[in-house]
T-cell receptor, first 111, second 113 residues
Framework: GDSVTQMEGPVTLSEEAFLTINCTYTATGYPSLFWYVQYPGEGLQLLLKATKADDKGSNKGFEATYRKETTSFHLEKGSVQVSDSAVYFCALGFAGNMLTFGGGTRLMVKP | DSGVTQTPKHLITATGQRVTLRCSPRSGDLSVYWYQQSLDQGLQFLIQYYNGEERAKGNILERFSAQQFPDLHSELNLSSLELGDSALYFC????????????FGSGTRLTVV
């Protein structure tokens, strides 16, 4: 079946550091790929998405590129802030169907 | 406010009891999904409804059931509760037909004591 693998956390960075959270997937066909963010005590919010190979999703300084050849969708940000501290989930899905989530990666940013 | 409303926000109940969690989807969305988030299991898909009909079923226990009503709100019923059922239960909604992802509610935190 479909699956998503994320790097385990926590990831601890200093403010203004570069962030990479790795995500790889296994799927039959060509799914859409998503990154969701969960702040403490809240639900998941869609951060960015890409629907086909080589698409780049971006939002709030975060970026991820859909790489079909490496089945990856790594999340990057050039300069993290304390307010980016949260749990980040990579997910895949096909139109109208359930999403399959990775295990989540906790990011902690220190001032 | 994401547009997806879940009630109650918190629920504490005893083992063996039954509870009902409610979800109102974002306006215009026909599909509702239920997920369970526990510390050791991550986000587990439970069940999906589309316009009142069950569309997909995941790792949902037989003690759990759900339905979607004509006004599109959904309820998740959990019975014969066990300590291990303590978790965050999320509802999400989507149009059910596109790749734009879900909108999640803020969840119901269930504690079974």
């Amino acid at each position: 079946g479909d699956s998503v693998t994320q790097m385990e956390g926590p990831v601890t960075l200093s403010e203004e550091a570069f962030l990479t959270i790795n995500c790889t997937y296994t799927a039959t066909g060509y799914p859409s790929l998503f990154w969701y963010v969960q702040y403490p005590g809240e639900g998941l919010q869609l951060l960015l998405k890409a629907t086909k190979a080589d698409d780049k999703g971006s939002n709030k300084g975060f970026e991820a590129t859909y790489r079909k050849e490496t089945t990856s969708f790594h999340l990057e940000k050039g300069s993290v802030q304390v307010s980016d501290s949260a749990v980040y989930f990579c997910a895949l899905g096909f139109a109208g169907n359930m999403l399959t989530f990775g295990g989540g990666t906790r990011l902690m940013v220190k001032p | 406010d994401s547009g997806v409303t879940q009630t109650p926000k918190h629920l504490i109940t005893a083992t063996g009891q039954r509870v009902t969690l409610r979800c109102s989807p974002r306006s215009g969305d026909l599909s509702v999904y239920w997920y369970q988030q526990s510390l050791d299991q991550g986000l587990q898909f439970l069940i999906q409804y589309y316009n009142g009909e069950e569309r997909a079923k995941g790792n949902i226990l037989e003690r759990f059931s759900a339905q979607q009503f004509p006004d599109l709100h959904s309820e998740l019923n959990l019975s014969s509760l066990e300590l291990g059922d303590s978790a965050l239960y999320f509802c999400a909604s989507s149009s059910g037909q596109d790749d734009y992802g879900y909108t999640f509610g803020s969840g119901t935190r269930l504690t079974v004591v």
